[in-house]
């Protein structure tokens, strides 16, 4: 069950479209295209997590947007207290593979992040530009500003 501070940072008002095996993480659809990735509780960023992001997750957000026409992904980290660091990897390398149809992605980093994650979350994303893909760093308003949850 979400903690009342996730709650009231939610993405969207309306319910998420779904949620991972451990109610942690929340996803919407969204219009235009995309998917909002977020967790809803304070919780480690474990290799399950990421393993059904780009699994589950992935399939399913493919499902309702087929083809190769541009999307937008934000992943929401803000509530993550730490991560596994093989956890990493796995979704860059699904990034990666969308790299043709990600208009946008943006990360919002966790709340409590060090100096030094911060750092290697910059040096992630550098690693992932030269692959092709656009991706920022956002507070969670500007992440949404464009976007609205899907019917």
């Known amino acids: 069950m979400a903690t009342p501070d ?50 589950p997750a992935r399939a399913r957000f493919l499902d309702l947007f ?29 990034a990666r593979s969308l790299k043709s149809r990600i208009r946008r992605a943006v990360l919002v980093p966790p709340e409590e992040a060090t100096s030094v994650y911060l ?10 530009r030269v692959f092709g893909v656009s991706v920022s760093i956002e507070s969670l308003p500007d992440a949404l500003r464009t976007l609205a949850p899907a019917e």
């Open 119 to 128: 750092a290697s979350l910059q040096a992630s994303i550098s690693l992932l």
């Open 6 to 55: 996730a709650r009231l940072r939610a993405a969207f008002d309306s319910p998420p479209h779904l949620f991972d095996p451990s109610q942690t993480v929340a996803v919407w659809f969204t219009n235009p295209p995309g998917v909002v990735f977020q967790f809803v509780r304070r919780a480690y960023g474990s290799v399950a997590l990421a393993e059904w992001l780009v699994g």
């Open 66 to 94: 087929p083809g190769d026409g541009p999307v937008v992904v934000v992943l929401d980290l803000g509530l993550m207290v730490g991560r596994d660091p093989v956890a990493r990897p796995i979704v860059n390398a699904a």
